[in-house]
């Protein structure tokens, strides 16, 4: 009796290691913490945060062999705070990236949740990898809706690498009930070429207003360039955004991209003082071209040691100046600390650990 019982279960976990075997599964993530002192804002001087440098996160992907040269694949990845066990992106439980798609020596086609071709290409030039005093609270990542960076409801193109040379274009449904109307649907391209330390790209966003009379557009351009003894990098946007900012009302003080704005991005890392250890530094300028003429810039340097292959300490400091009547905050890849008045100059300092896994 227990021999016949036993066969079954044998066939059935047999079955399930070589079907493991052939979706070739893997599980990956990021846990990263801080303690961030800041000053000039309001709310607590002393946090401890989740996600400073990178977001905290927990990952699954895998790919099939369909045979023919043609693969199956998906990625799905939760985002939490290790601080306080909770689901990050607003409580979605595979908020950071959820996708399924097929891949043949045309390239990868890819539905669901994924990050804007812009962001595609400032994430690898930031040298604080969208980390403290991230890039994107002055270059826009051209996400719809908030600037996290991610469209919902998205059709991805990815090409195949042609000497060096790759693109990436993705539509995002807005899903109106109006048959009449796209709106909120989203759309954007990105061009980019790698060939050994050079990285040059460029890539557009546009995304309707919810009821389609007009759009935010947003051009970028950005590179970087490792000369092994130094990495410079440069990031420069132009965006009008009159699908959200109206004619009446142009500008926000609190947060950057108007109707009419220019961005830019200047950085560099070096390495230096231990092994595995880098000094990094961006300066960020937001010029709002509008009469609101709400400007800010933003200096953040900082140092990185890797431990191992996987975990890393870091520091890092930077400070914001607002202009006129701006009241932009410090962000990181999680945390916007807090609300800061008209004109300030606030600033906020970080110690943590970054591990991968």
């Not at 309001?42 to 790919?63: H, I, M, P, T, V």
């Not at 109206?246 to 220019?262: C, E, I």
């Not at 933003?298 to 914001?320: H, P």
Request: glycine share 12%; aromatic share 10%; proline share 3%.
């Amino acid at each position: 009796m227990k021999s016949k019982l036993a066969i079954p279960v044998l066939a059935s976990v047999a079955l399930a290691h070589s079907a493991f075997a052939q979706s070739n599964i893997s599980i990956y993530g990021i846990a990263d913490a801080c303690i961030a002192i800041s000053h000039g804002m309001s709310g607590a001087k002393y946090q401890l945060n989740s996600g400073c440098s990178l977001g905290s996160r927990l990952g699954f992907k895998g790919e099939e062999d369909l045979g023919g040269g043609m693969k199956a694949s998906f990625i799905l990845e939760n985002g939490f705070n290790i601080d306080s066990g909770n689901i990050g992106q607003g409580g979605r439980f595979f908020g950071r990236k959820s996708v399924v798609g097929l891949k043949g020596q045309l390239g990868e086609i890819q539905l669901g949740r994924d990050y804007t071709p812009s962001f595609y290409l400032i994430s690898p030039i930031d040298p604080f990898s969208l980390g403290m005093g991230t890039v994107s609270s002055m270059v826009s990542t051209a996400a719809r809706g908030t600037d996290s960076g991610r469209n919902d409801n998205s059709f991805i193109y990815s090409s195949p690498d042609f000497n060096g040379i790759s693109a990436k274009a993705q539509y995002s449904l807005g899903e109106s009930t109006s048959t009449a109307t796209r709106a909120s649907d989203a759309k954007g391209f990105m061009l980019s070429y790698k060939s050994g330390a050079l990285l040059l790209g460029a890539a557009f966003n546009n995304q309707a207003n919810a009821a389609d009379t007009a759009s935010d557009r947003v051009s970028t351009l950005g590179g970087s360039y490792d000369l092994g003894y130094a990495k410079p990098a440069f990031l420069y946007q132009s965006g009008k955004w009159e699908g959200t900012r109206t004619a009446s009302v142009p500008s926000s003080a609190t947060s950057a991209f108007s109707r009419n704005y220019q961005s830019y991005m200047l950085g560099v890392t070096v390495p230096f003082g231990f092994t595995g250890g880098n000094l990094i530094a961006s300066y960020k300028r937001y010029d709002d071209k509008t009469v609101s003429n709400y400007d800010a810039n933003q200096t953040t340097i900082g140092y990185k040691l890797a431990l191992s292959k996987r975990t890393k300490v870091y520091t890092a400091y930077s400070v914001l100046t607002n202009k006129n009547k701006s009241a932009l905050a410090i962000v990181d890849a999680t945390t916007t600390y807090g609300t800061v008045l008209a004109n300030s100059k606030p600033s906020t300092f970080w110690s943590g650990i970054e591990h991968s896994f």
